[in-house]
């Protein structure tokens, strides 16, 4: 866009195209269309949807100059920026930085949201910091310019669970639910369910199961929610009840669901009930994913059968497209596997199937065939494309 077509539109409106470039064309893109805007144009609307395009990719340090450059500039004087950086030091895991930023809203006067408050008790419960989750909570609340939602309490008893206070979690999660209106139950619920999951309360959970499911409709996600958090409490009895409800037609097709009910019988290493949902998704839904045949070689190989798990990585691959990345303990296992076995033939096949694929190159890597760690190598190859680019090398 010239400078002159800037001009024309609002700030808003250059901010919307900001963000709309970055997701089209990356950031390097909407870092050119940032330079083109005429300096008197730049104002929050711009900034703040460039601070946003960094936070969105976890670029840290860009965000952090671009959030310097609006304080700088005046900016600063809402918490939506704030709230901007406090959300990604805490998906970074800067926790400290948290804290710092915090104080530096405090001492410029600005007022904290509830996305504040919440983020900030989000990154308490994640380093468990029980005193300092506490403290916090009781000043929010005292505080009568900030209205406290359902996700407060709910982030609250995570910082419980996460600490082992069990009957102090159960205490903030009825208060969550107390809180919870008709326009968020939906969503809401699914997170409490894996809330109580997580506190091992089957009761709490399947009550709130029932109640989710006299909301309008039936959703994937919340199948996905109350299986997640039963299989966190080991109960593979409940969550085949489930599944049949989900298989009985009240949902859309998820392959998430069943993978979910795979992987947990591969954890108990019931590889025959595993196979058996593996053949459904084959034959009645006509599904066959990478990470379906992943899951079982996976679970094969947690059992000590290497040779079935080979054969259902081999199978993984087949059925792959380009640009996938294998599970690489799985990769590891069933090469290192063959390797010890002096299979070279078994080797051979997957090479040329892996190269069939479009994933690695056959040529360069039966090359290296002969020197050690070749499970390394297939890693590297897949990883970074190495093989791919060198010399084809014949022997």
């Not at 039963?230 to 409800?245: A, P, Q, T």
Request: net charge neutral; aromatic share 10%; with cysteine.
């Amino acid at each position: 866009m010239s400078e002159h077509r800037v001009h024309e539109i609002s700030e808003g409106d250059v901010a919307i195209r900001l963000d709309l470039i970055a997701k089209v064309g990356g950031l390097g893109e909407a870092e050119k269309f940032f330079e083109t805007i005429p300096l008197e144009r730049r104002n929050y609307h711009p900034y703040g949807a460039l601070l946003n395009c960094y936070a969105s990719k976890k670029v840290l340090h860009k965000a952090e100059q671009v959030f310097q450059e609006m304080k700088e500039l005046g900016f600063l004087k809402g918490c939506l920026p704030y709230n901007v950086m406090l959300n990604l030091y805490v998906r970074t895991g800067k926790y400290t930085m948290v804290e710092k930023l915090l104080r530096e809203m405090e001492d410029a006067t600005v007022k904290p949201d509830i996305f504040t408050v919440n983020t900030r008790l989000h990154a308490y419960s994640v380093v468990s910091d029980v005193e300092g989750m506490e403290k916090f909570l009781m000043r929010c609340e005292a505080d009568p310019g900030l209205h406290l939602d359902w996700r407060t309490y709910a982030d609250t008893a995570n910082g419980y669970i996460k600490a082992g206070l069990t009957e102090k979690a159960l205490e903030m999660l009825r208060k969550s639910e107390q809180m919870v209106n008709a326009q968020k139950r939906k969503h809401a619920y699914e997170v409490l369910m894996s809330f109580y999951g997580a506190a091992g309360k089957k009761e709490e959970l399947c009550r709130l199961w029932s109640l989710y499911k006299e909301l309008d409709g039936f959703y994937n996600t919340g199948y996905i929610s109350v299986i997640s958090a039963l299989l966190k409490m080991d109960d593979i009895e409940e969550v085949e009840k489930i599944m049949e409800e989900w298989e009985a037609g009240h949902s859309l097709f998820d392959i998430r669901i069943p993978h979910l009910l795979i992987t947990g019988y591969c954890k108990k290493g019931m590889m025959e009930k595993a196979e058996e949902v593996v053949n459904i998704l084959v034959q009645k839904w006509r599904v066959e994913d990478t990470s379906t045949w992943e899951r079982l070689a996976l679970g094969y190989k947690m059992a000590g059968k290497m040779e079935k798990a080979v054969e259902k990585w081999k199978r993984a691959i087949e059925v792959s497209k380009p640009g996938w990345r294998p599970h690489q303990v799985v990769l590891m296992s069933c090469v290192d596997y063959l390797e010890g076995q002096r299979d070279m033939e078994g080797l051979r096949k997957i090479l040329r199937l892996l190269s069939e694929r479009g994933h690695i190159s056959y040529d360069q890597l039966l090359y290296d065939m002969n020197g050690a760690g070749l499970s390394w190598k297939i890693v590297d190859a897949m990883g970074k494309g190495r093989y791919v680019e060198e010399r084809e090398v014949r022997i």
